[in-house]
């Protein structure tokens, strides 16, 4: 069984960045998709941002309220993906996992799908403070 393993989250001031880095292995079938959701204490689960690492990827989908100041991206060589975080605000305060999908067909459209990944990893804290 494979495994996801974020890291790169912390605390931040508003206006700041952070870089969350997703290490993939031990999977036997190869990603299509991998992505980012977060969770925010009393919110619903939110897809932030995918990407299509399959045959012919490299599209990127990203959320209306992150679209212009996050950037998604994969290293094909470290089957790493990589969310770029920028000019962050105190409403992106939450718990951000990494999430993957193997098969191409997902349900509904992406980022949004992200929360529904068949594989996740354990999830890391971004604070933003104003």
């Known amino acids: 069984q494979g495994q996801l393993v974020e890291s790169g989250g912390g605390s931040v001031q508003a206006g700041g960045s952070l870089r969350l880095s997703c290490a993939a292995s031990?999977?036997?079938?190869?990603?299509?998709?991998m992505g980012w959701f977060r969770q925010a204490p009393g919110k619903e689960r939110e897809g932030v941002a995918a990407?299509?690492?399959?045959?012919?990827?490299?599209?990127?989908f990203y959320a209306d309220s992150v679209k212009g100041r996050f950037t998604i991206s994969q290293d094909n060589a470290d089957n790493t993906v990589y969310l770029q975080m920028n000019s962050l605000k105190p409403e992106d305060t939450a718990i951000y996992y990494c999430a993957a999908e193997t098969s191409r067909l997902v349900r509904g459209g992406l980022p949004s799908a992200t929360t529904g990944f068949r594989f996740r990893g354990q999830g890391t804290q971004v604070t933003v403070s104003s």
């Open positions: 990407i299509v690492t399959g045959t012919g990827g490299g599209n990127t």
């Open positions: 031990g999977y036997t079938a190869r990603t299509y998709y």
